[in-house]
């Protein structure tokens, strides 16, 4: 996040990614539902997002063949996955509602948060996000309720724009990272409820990292809309009131954190699971807030070390997207701990590529891919891994031209050959080449761990596939220098060759 810009003067916002995995999602539906209608997975709901939906139709599909090789884990449920794509729709499958369900606020449709059941598993691993969704819409009408009975202004400007929010956009990766764990540990019917619960939990956290990332960051644009805190500042009618907006938006994230932590509270589960997700939870929330900090304090204090650009996009990106979900599935479904730990040092690699990948693309990729302006985290001065090692292999060599171009990395007049002299200084010092081939091991690290598991086969393909596309695909070749900018000596390293797959940002 930018320490120096406003909400007023910075560009379309680009810090916290929520860019999807890849340019394609892991499919969470039989390949028997390819001929179903699709339905856009950030599309606008166009009905109110807390009635009932139709549930989804369809069958089961074949088990998963693909086991690893050592353990082993009991069997329960079927429908491993093996086509389509995750969608947020209109025919997301919904949880039964109880009879006798009438009006009155907008919960009244729904089972109250109280009601817990049994989930068609079939049905979910179908459509993951949009069995996530309908949860949230569930747990979210409840806390809507205790909002409105507080009182009514606080309920329309705070408690509905964190209920809008959860439920508007992103991909619901992390809830899919848990469920997919939870089934690959063998997990079914009887931890189904919870774990949806628990990826509601993760998605009203998110919201919460979100909001508070655009507030510290300055970004108008949240998803191509206003950012929470942009709308507030037009709440008091008259001229924004950006002073408003910004601390009305902060206790918006701070609503989302305390929903998230009473929905884990409510989860039902024994007392040794409980025990264990309430662990891994604590250990989130607070790796969070430290990548978090992490980041801040980079900027703030120069702090331009290979190490400490690692450590936090370990602990914004790895841990807390990746590596804490599947540890979060795991433990509800009472995963053996050498499982455990296989599946979560796959998650820390595989999420520690797909920050690198983010890096990269945010210098070199194109923006009608990526989402963002060209750039834009070089003109910020984004304390990335890939511009520390392009400074420390830059100062090792002796090369001060090198180290005289990345200078402008954090100036936000930074011209278009500026953008260009810097990309190349990049390609130059072998900093591009040495980040990629540490992606690529990293997801090739991530392959490894879990070849060393035996994992259920109702979710072995499925935590295989997210993964992959969590490491991503090598990044695009760089954009074509402009006129004057500095050509790569002889013995740099060579580019990544045209062609190659780019990846996305959806914000």
Request: net charge negative; proline share 8%.
């Amino acid at each position: 996040m930018r320490l120096t810009r406003t909400a007023a003067s910075a560009p379309a916002d680009h810090r916290r990614s929520e860019r999807p995995f890849g340019d394609t999602q892991p499919p969470d539906g039989p390949v028997e539902a390819a001929d179903r209608p699709r339905h856009s997975p950030d599309g606008p709901d166009t009905h109110d997002p807390y009635a009932a939906a139709a549930p989804p139709h369809g069958g089961p599909g074949a088990a998963d063949h693909a086991r690893a090789q050592d353990g082993s884990r009991r069997d329960t449920g079927t429908g491993a996955v093996r086509g389509g794509r995750d969608r947020e729709s209109p025919h997301s499958p919904q949880p039964r509602h109880p009879a006798g369900s009438g009006p009155g606020h907008p919960g009244d449709d729904v089972p109250h948060a109280g009601q817990h059941h049994h989930p068609d598993v079939r049905a979910v691993d179908a459509d993951v996000a949009g069995a996530v969704l309908a949860t949230a819409r569930e747990v979210l009408s409840g806390h809507l309720a205790e909002a409105a009975a507080v009182d009514a202004v606080f309920s329309r400007d705070v408690a509905r724009r964190v209920a809008d929010f959860t439920l508007g956009g992103g991909k619901r990766a992390r809830p899919r990272f848990l469920w997919w764990a939870m089934r690959a540990c063998g997990g079914g019917a009887e931890t189904a409820d919870a774990a949806l619960r628990l990826g509601v939990a993760l998605e009203l956290i998110q919201t919460c990292a979100l909001v508070h990332d655009d507030v510290m960051d300055g970004s108008p644009l949240r998803r191509g809309r206003p950012a929470v805190h942009v709308e507030l500042a037009a709440l008091p009618g008259g001229a924004p009131d950006t002073a408003f907006g910004t601390s009305a938006a902060v206790l918006v994230g701070d609503l989302a954190l305390a929903w998230a932590d009473d929905t884990v509270a409510a989860l039902p589960l024994d007392a040794a699971t409980r025990g264990r997700v309430a662990a891994i939870w604590r250990a989130m929330r607070t790796e969070m807030v430290a990548g978090q900090y992490l980041d801040l304090h980079g900027q703030a204090a120069a702090n331009r070390t290979a190490a400490h650009a690692l450590r936090t996009a370990c602990l914004k990106s790895a841990l807390y997207s990746v590596e804490r979900p599947l540890a979060l599935g795991a433990a509800l479904a009472g995963a053996d701990d050498r499982t455990a730990a296989a599946l979560s040092a796959a998650g820390r690699s595989a999420g520690t590529a797909f920050q690198l990948r983010d890096d990269l693309l945010g210098a070199f990729g194109d923006p009608a891919v990526t989402g963002k302006p060209s750039g834009s985290d070089l003109r910020d001065g984004k304390p990335t891994y890939l511009v520390a090692v392009a400074r420390e292999r830059a100062e090792a060599a002796g090369d001060t031209a090198v180290l005289a171009v990345l200078d402008g990395v954090g100036d936000p007049d930074l011209t278009d050959e500026g953008l260009a002299r810097v990309r190349e200084a990049l390609t130059r010092s072998g900093a591009r080449a040495a980040v990629e081939q540490l992606a690529d091991r990293l997801a090739a690290e991530a392959e490894s761990r879990l070849d060393l598991v035996r994992l259920a086969p109702e979710g072995a393909r499925p935590v295989r596939l997210l993964l992959r596309e969590a490491a991503g695909a090598r990044t695009p070749p760089p954009v074509p220098p402009a006129s004057g900018a500095p050509r790569s000596t002889p013995g740099a390293r060579p580019d990544h060759p045209a062609g190659a797959p780019e990846g996305g940002t959806t914000r």
